[in-house]
């Protein structure tokens, strides 16, 4: 029997009262680079790496324009640079041209931009514009299936199945609560259920 989803949420939203974004940004662009660079490693690990990126390229005009070799001293320490780097270049590239140099605020230009997926576009819209999205990440989609909200492992099947338990203002907020929750106590290794404050709506306590 799946867990009520709402009522999951109001939980761990007492649990967690201080989930959140835990990229630190403040634009849009940042919160864009961020993401894109979150891939494959910590939040801890890009909050390292972005006030020096951010102090040397403030904008889409300035990355746009930065040498390949620079960004890629700066992105070393996260893995996969040389393909970030490519991926910086390109979305801020795409953002002087076809946007003016400003994020746009809506799905389907954000995944116009090179290296940006629905994933990335949620968070930004989420979190950056107050528009409600899920974001699918391994959290969120690991603790959908555990919870009995969906069995599906595709994300954006994941996304449409979590879009139809939960209210639509509901969406960031909730996928910040499961993120945290992940991370701090439902960890794929060894789920601390003893400790869940929504054990008793587990379907899979102990497994």
Same mark, same amino acid.
């Given at each position: ?51 020096? #990126?951010?102090?040397? +390229? %403030? @904008? ?5 324009? &930065?040498?390949?070799?620079? !960004?890629?001293?700066?992105? /070393? ?17 795409? #953002?002087?041209?076809? +946007? %003016? @140099? ?5 799905? &389907?230009?954000?995944?116009? !931009?090179?290296?940006?997926? /629905? ?40 996304? /449409? ?47």
């Amino acid at each position: 029997m799946p867990a009520n989803a709402v009522i999951v949420d109001d939980i761990l939203a007492q649990a967690y009262p201080d989930a959140r974004c835990e990229l630190d940004f403040s634009s849009p662009f940042e919160l864009l680079v961020a993401t894109v660079l979150s891939a494959q490693t910590t939040d801890v690990r890009v909050n390292q790496v972005t006030p020096e #990126l951010f102090a040397r +390229f %403030a @904008g889409p005009k300035e990355m746009a324009a &930065a040498k390949r070799s620079e !960004l890629e001293e700066i992105l /070393r320490p996260l893995g996969f640079f040389r393909a970030k780097t490519t991926s910086l270049l390109g979305l801020s590239v795409a #953002l002087v041209e076809g +946007f %003016a @140099g400003e994020v746009p605020a809506n799905l &389907a230009d954000l995944v116009s !931009l090179p290296g940006v997926g /629905r994933k990335t576009a949620n968070v930004v819209l989420g979190n950056a514009f107050g528009v409600p999205g899920i974001t699918v990440d391994t959290h969120v989609g690991r603790l959908s299936r555990r919870l009995g909200y969906t069995a599906e492992t595709d994300p954006l099947k994941v996304e /449409r199945d979590l879009m139809a338990l939960l209210p639509e203002e509901r969406w960031t907020d909730a996928c910040h609560r499961l993120i945290f929750h992940g991370r701090r106590c439902c960890t794929a290794r060894r789920p601390a259920c003893e400790a869940c404050p929504v054990a008793q709506l587990c379907p899979r306590v102990g497994v």
